[in-house]
């Protein structure tokens, strides 16, 4: 499903396993880019994106409040860790996210 095989193999006669991603399969999961620089804003924790409160070019202050996400009937709001202006959004609205994928991109 995600692309990736069990690959075993013996070493110093001990069994090992590890994961493998095999090319020559197509898979239907989509994989985000993840949050690495400093102005990267991801997602805290796996969810939904319910609402998207900024878009591209906006100013925003420290704290102001950027998306929604929802996890187990739960909202959470995530804010802004600095001032700035909003670069990028990289993510939809309704998008399920993995931890630390990327949302939002800030100069």
């Known amino acids: 499903e995600d692309g990736y095989r ?3 193999f013996n070493l110093n006669g001990q069994t090992r396993a590890i994961q493998v991603r095999d090319l020559s399969i197509e898979t239907k999961k989509v994989i985000h880019k993840k949050a690495a620089k400093d102005g990267d804003i991801g ?3 796996q969810g939904s994106l319910s609402k998207i409160l900024v878009k591209a070019g906006d100013t925003v202050a420290q704290n102001d409040p950027l998306f929604i996400i ?4 739960m909202e959470s709001t ?3 860790p600095k001032a700035g202006t909003v670069k990028a959004v990289h993510l939809a609205e309704k ?3 993995e931890q ?5 991109e800030m100069e």
């Open 6 to 8: 069990t690959l075993f």
């Open 95 to 97: 998008t399920m996210v």
């Open 100 to 104: 630390d994928d990327l949302v939002i």
């Open 43 to 45: 997602a805290p924790l």
């Open 78 to 80: 995530i804010t802004a």
């Open 70 to 73: 929802e996890a187990m009937k």
